[in-house]
């Protein structure tokens, strides 16, 4: 428990790693490293959003949080029982208090099935209630997410793309979980259907208890419905602070940039803004940079950061980041930026 906080989760040292075979035999001859050493507190009622570009590792977190991935190395802590080596058989009490709401919401739905089989199938798995308590409590759902209850015997092809997305959040609700892991939950849909969503997430969060971690690459959407926000970058994690602060103080070159490029209402500040380009591409996971993640790309580099890792320190009040120089201001021209003096390699 910290500030009045009750952990709910947390990851320790967290390394995910997928194997590459080739050759005659199948050999292993290299890796992925999809996740590298993370570490995480997420507490009880909070959302914390998890925010990076493509290949950041951040669904592979959520997926291995779930034990939906197998872990390298590292400990998964749910509600204070390290859960990282259980059995199947061992993991599927834990499937009642964690659940998943995945990004495509029509290729997550069996189309072979009807609304009421989808959300009833937790229930049938944990054999709760009779078929008709099942069907009573599955329209109390659909009602819940703001879908006619009257429509429990139709197809997922016969919904749009933001009430099948409904249906999902229904299905993930069925067993009142208390952590869900939302993995980019309105990415594939219309911007008009976006909000609604986010409103309907943030109304059962405090129906339900709810506790989201909301994986995502908006960052708009992000900064409307998280309480703290953690920044991934090819699978570090290499900053998290309050979603304000965050917002408003980035202290990584990495977020930094990330937010210079979040468009603003006001077309004059729009225009007059300062953009951070990164320049090149983002690393290969199977190769990835010495030191820092960041470095080939980072416009405030020196020499260190491909040599020494940056600790990972709070240089603010619950703000955390992983920089050798993130007091530095961030400028877009290297030649600009003084290290500061009580910097140690």
């Known amino acids: 428990m910290t500030d009045g ?16 075979k080739g050759g005659f035999l199948g050999r292993q001859v290299g890796a992925v490293h999809a ?3 993370v570490n995480l507190t997420v507490y009880e009622g909070e959302t914390l959003g998890l925010v990076g570009e493509s290949g950041s590792g951040k669904t592979t977190l959520g997926r291995a949080i ?14 204070g029982k390290d859960i990282t080596n259980l059995s199947p058989g061992q993991v599927r009490p834990l499937r009642r208090d964690m659940q998943m709401v995945f990004q495509d919401p029509f290729g997550s739905l069996d189309p072979r099935m009807t609304v009421f089989q989808i959300v009833s199938e937790p229930l049938v798995n944990f054999k709760m209630g009779d078929k008709r308590r099942q069907r009573e409590y599955v329209q109390e759902l659909l009602k819940t997410v703001g879908l006619n209850p009257d429509h429990i015997n139709r197809y997922p092809h016969e919904f749009s793309g933001g009430q099948r997305q409904r249906v999902g959040i229904a299905r993930s609700l069925a067993l009142r979980p208390k952590f869900v892991v939302a993995d980019e939950p309105v990415s594939a849909l219309d911007v008009s259907i976006q909000a609604q969503i986010l409103n309907l997430m943030e109304e059962l969060q405090g129906e339900f208890g709810l506790t989201y971690l909301f994986v ?21 994690l290499v ?19 990330l937010m210079s490029a979040i468009p603003l209402p006001d077309p004059i500040q729009e225009r007059n803004k300062q953009r951070i380009i990164l320049t090149g591409d983002i690393p290969s996971p199977v190769n990835p940079p010495s030191a820092c993640p960041f470095h080939t790309r980072c416009f405030k580099a020196r020499p260190i950061c491909s040599q020494v890792t940056p600790a990972f320190e709070e240089k603010r009040p619950g703000h955390w980041v992983a920089c050798h ?8 021209r290297p030649e600009e930026i003084k290290p500061p003096e009580a910097a140690t390699p």
């Open 5 to 20: 906080k009750n952990t709910l989760l947390e990851i320790r040292n967290l390394t995910i790693q997928f194997p590459i």
């Open 35 to 37: 996740v590298n050493d």
């Open 66 to 79: 779930l034990k939906l991935l197998p872990i390298r190395a590292g400990q998964v802590i749910f509600e």
């Open 216 to 236: 995502a690459h908006n960052l708009s959407v992000v900064r409307h419905i998280s309480d703290r926000v953690a920044v991934m970058y090819l699978g570090h």
């Open 239 to 257: 900053e998290i602070a309050d979603s304000e602060d965050l917002y408003d103080h980035p202290l990584h070159p990495y977020t930094q940039a």
């Open 325 to 332: 120089f993130a007091e530095v201001p961030g400028v877009t």
